[in-house]
């Protein structure tokens, strides 16, 4: 389905859940989330971990440094180093992407339902292929599936399964994608160094221009450090002012192994700046905050598109006692 995203898409990924001291919580698939699932008590210790790794979507200071944006303006997109989760997420969307209901002949006898059947080589090796049902009265895709052999695109290879639904416009000159929900079981993906397979869903909401909304369930297992970390209910809200910036606010819920749970909030957007087409590689503006339990908190606030810092609140007073100061290519 080549119908085209007219606003330009920003998808901004962090990652995890649980509750209780160890008990499994899996996913769709065999991964299972088995770390702590009580709510973590922030310290001057694992506030990095947490702030960071929230904003990240897995444990800081890997081979994937750097900050999560991507936007796609048209048909061109600017990619830039980003956590695994968001590269995961724009390489599964713009492989829905390329089966293109859009061009299908009209059916016989006025029938409105037909399917679509893809094979595609990756950019970087590998390929996949796919198909697709699609309604040209409703713009309903149902029936959609890919099955991915180490596909390679944009530095990211996938292999493994996804089943996808989704809307596209109609009645309109260039019909665009409206809404895709992806689900997946053991799906394995690479990038640089980095490892992961997960399980779980991304449903992604474009209906109203200029606007994204990426709802994230899924669990992640880093396939090196043997750790599986969650997301439950993580929502990023991307805002778009066209050839000048990206605002992106998130929210929801992030679980890491070894210290719980922690709530996420963004009181003041993160904002990428655009500049020749290219998404700046780091915010420069915006704050995370991450709350654990006994009112401790910490928060990740972007400096300058090289520097941030976190701010600690171990003793749950409603004030930040400490200071943890970095650059985004290390977090």
Known sequence: MKARYVTAALIFTLALAGCGGGGGDGGPSGITYA??????????????????????????????????????????????????????SETLRNAVGKIDVTTLPKADLGAAVKTETITEQGSCGGGFSGSATYDDVTGNISSGSITFSNYCSEGVTLSGRISFSGKVSVGTPTPTIQKI?????????????????????????????????????????????????????????????????????????????????????TPTPFRFYITAGVVAAAPSQGVLVVTGGNGTKASLVAISTTDYNINVDADGNGNYESQIPGKWADL
């Open 35 to 88: 770390g702590l699932t009580t709510q973590a008590v922030v310290t001057q210790a694992n506030a990095k971990n947490l702030a960071g790794g929230a904003y990240q979507g897995r444990a800081t200071g890997n081979a994937l440094g750097g900050v999560a944006a991507s936007a796609q303006t048209n048909v061109t997109d600017h990619q830039i180093n980003r956590p695994h989760t968001l590269a995961l």
């Open 181 to 265: 929900d992806m689900s997946f079981t053991s799906l394995s993906s690479k990038s640089g160094s980095d490892a992961f397979t997960t399980s779980g869903s991304i449903a992604i909401d474009a209906t109203v221009p200029l606007q994204v909304l990426t709802t994230i369930n899924m669990v992640m297992r880093d396939d090196t450090a043997g750790k599986v970390y969650k997301m439950e209910n993580y929502q990023v809200f991307a805002s778009v002012n066209p050839s000048v910036w990206v605002d992106v606010s998130m929210g929801g819920r992030f679980y890491g192994p070894d210290d719980g749970y922690v709530d996420l909030t």
